[in-house]
């Protein structure tokens, strides 16, 4: 239902106006004055406003000129605005249309021509929109953005966003920490045909619950100490669009019941609010912990682990899709050199086998800073050597690497085992899940060498 506020001096005709605006649909509210027009549009976003041109004090071509100038910061400067004028002021309207007016009626117009006016300026509104999104929908390059890559890896998780973009199915992306979560799920966007925008929110960014709340279902003007007015939240602005959430893992209970409102109900209420308001959304969320090991330890609630998990999808880390390092460090080196207005190096044989062999622990992350750095250490030369990368820090010996070494006395197997479980552990966040998958052994074996070797971690989680 599309909210219009109506700016006039005139009681009356206001309530007439409104009274008939109700009739086909609309929802409307009265100001009894641009001072008053103001004040409401700070603390409310509306679809449109019917203005009157003459009105005392300031008048509405004043009104129009501060709102279209940027003189009010809480209106959006695109809002259609209609001017009301008498019959015979009909030239000054004409001049309302020349600062910014997107049309002007008679107040003698009958129900019929006020309709389909403002139809017309609301159509226009969203045709722009829609407009711009396919503007940069043409600009971003390639069918899945930086998804670059042709390794049977990458090809499965492109095949299964053509598969469920389409679809309104949730989608629970997992992955480590820089393995490219969010693009796989700018992909989704891009391919599912929404036109809302994506928007995407991080339950671990926000420093407490009142925030994140605030962020995502919004909040309505008193709500809290610093609402000083109505705010859209995260699930609004994403209204006909997607919803990313990013460590969803981390948010708190009380918000996972909310979350799952949402999924259940597709509707929300403001934080402070009372009135449901319902969300065309599609909900993509992706976590690097262990949701379901969460679920068993009662962190997080199986209900809205079900709903989220409706299409499973693995983001694999760099070093398990090695083929796709040279392409996606081409691909980082030009739009570095692009940003830079360098030209793009080009790295020699042994410097590709020294990224190629490298494990990547900060993933596609990592690499894309990596390529950064070295546009800026290329000193406008076009070929990048070994010992460029390996002044980036990448070739030297860490991890499981180093516990690989033969020292002269022998091999202790007990302290090798143990060297290996710790750097599994380390590199899975200390989730014995995934560094059970690293290590290619059961959980049962692995929570058995971690009591054998007592490992002790204060991050340490349990996963049974």
């Given at each position: 239902?599309?909210?219009?506020?109506?700016?006039?001096?005139?009681?009356?005709?206001a309530r007439r106006l409104a009274r008939n605006l109700g009739l086909d649909g609309y929802m409307a509210e009265v100001a009894d004055g641009p001072a008053t027009g103001l004040e409401m549009l700070a603390r409310k976003n509306y679809d449109a406003v019917l203005c009157?041109?003459?009105?005392?004090?300031?008048?509405?071509?004043?009104?129009?000129?501060?709102?279209?100038?940027?003189?009010?910061?809480?209106?959006?400067?695109?809002?259609?605005?209609?001017?009301?004028?008498?019959?015979?002021?009909?030239?000054?309207?004409?001049?309302?249309?020349?600062?910014?007016?997107?049309?002007?009626?008679?107040?003698?117009?009958?129900?019929?021509?006020?309709?389909?006016?403002?139809?017309?300026?609301?159509?226009?509104?969203?045709?722009?929109?829609?407009?711009?999104?396919?503007?940069?929908?043409?600009?971003?390059?390639?069918?899945?953005?930086?998804?670059?890559?042709?390794s049977p890896e990458i090809l499965r998780i492109k095949e299964d966003i053509r598969e469920v973009a389409p679809t309104?199915?949730?989608?629970?992306?997992?992955?480590?920490?820089?393995?490219?979560?969010?693009?796989?799920?700018?992909?989704?966007?891009?391919?599912?045909?929404?036109?809302?925008?994506?928007?995407?929110?991080?339950?671990?960014?926000?420093?407490?619950?009142?925030?994140?709340?605030?962020?995502?279902?919004?909040?309505?003007?008193?709500?809290?100490?610093?609402?000083?007015?109505m705010r859209k939240g995260k699930l609004e602005l994403a209204d006909g669009g997607t919803l990313f959430i990013d460590e969803v893992g981390d948010v708190s209970r009380e918000v996972q019941a909310k979350l799952l409102r949402v999924l259940?109900?597709?509707?929300?209420?403001?934080?402070?609010?009372?009135?449901?308001?319902?969300?065309?959304?599609?909900?993509?969320?992706?976590?690097?912990?262990?949701?379901?090991?969460?679920?068993?330890?009662?962190?997080?609630?199986?209900?809205?682990?079900?709903?989220?998990?409706?299409?499973?999808?693995?983001v694999p880390p760099l070093r398990r899709r090695r083929g796709d390092i040279a392409a996606l460090a081409r691909f980082f080196l030009g739009n570095a050199a692009a940003r830079s207005g360098r030209s793009v190096p080009e790295p020699d044989d042994e410097a590709m086998a020294l990224l190629h062999d490298y494990n990547w622990p900060g993933n596609i992350r990592e690499l894309r800073n990596i390529c950064e750095r070295l546009v800026i250490r290329a000193r406008g030369g076009s070929l990048l050597t070994?010992?460029?990368?390996?002044?980036?820090?990448?070739?030297?010996?860490?991890?499981?690497?180093?516990?690989?070494?033969?020292?002269?006395?022998?091999?202790?197997?007990?302290?090798?085992?143990?060297k290996l479980v710790v750097e599994a552990l380390r590199r899975s966040n200390w989730r014995q899940t995934e560094a059970a998958r690293l290590l290619g052994i059961s959980t049962d074996?692995?929570?058995?060498?971690?009591?054998?070797?007592?490992?002790?971690?204060?991050?340490?989680?349990v996963h049974k």
């Open positions: 239902m599309p909210a219009i506020l109506i700016i006039e001096d005139d009681p009356v005709f009157d041109i003459r009105m005392p004090g300031m008048d509405g071509l004043d009104l129009l000129s501060r709102i279209r100038g940027g003189e009010e910061p809480e209106v959006e400067p695109d809002l259609p605005i209609v001017m009301l004028t008498s019959v015979t002021s009909v030239e000054t309207a004409v001049d309302a249309m020349r600062r910014g007016a997107s049309d002007y009626l008679t107040k003698d117009a009958g129900r019929p021509e006020i309709v389909v006016r403002l139809d017309r300026a609301l159509g226009a509104r969203r045709m722009a929109e829609e407009n711009r999104r396919l503007r940069e929908t043409v600009e971003r390059t390639g069918e899945f953005g930086e998804l670059v890559g042709e309104t199915a949730s989608v629970l992306i997992t992955g480590e920490t820089g393995v490219g979560k969010e693009l796989v799920a700018r992909a989704i966007h891009k391919a599912s045909g929404r036109t809302g925008e994506f928007v995407d929110i991080n339950g671990a960014m926000l420093p407490d619950d009142t925030m994140l709340q605030s962020e995502l279902f919004g909040h309505e003007r008193g709500a809290f100490t610093d609402a000083k007015t259940e109900t597709m509707s929300f209420t403001r934080v402070g609010g009372t009135k449901p308001i319902a969300a065309d959304v599609r909900i993509v969320a992706a976590t690097n912990s262990d949701l379901g090991g969460d679920v068993k330890a009662g962190r997080f609630r199986d209900d809205l682990y079900y709903r989220l998990n409706v299409f499973p999808l693995e070994a010992s460029d990368v390996r002044t980036c820090g990448v070739g030297e010996t860490a991890g499981v690497e180093q516990v690989l070494d033969f020292p002269e006395e022998g091999v202790d197997l007990d302290d090798l085992e143990r074996r692995m929570n058995n060498r971690v009591r054998k070797f007592g490992i002790t971690h204060r991050k340490w989680r």
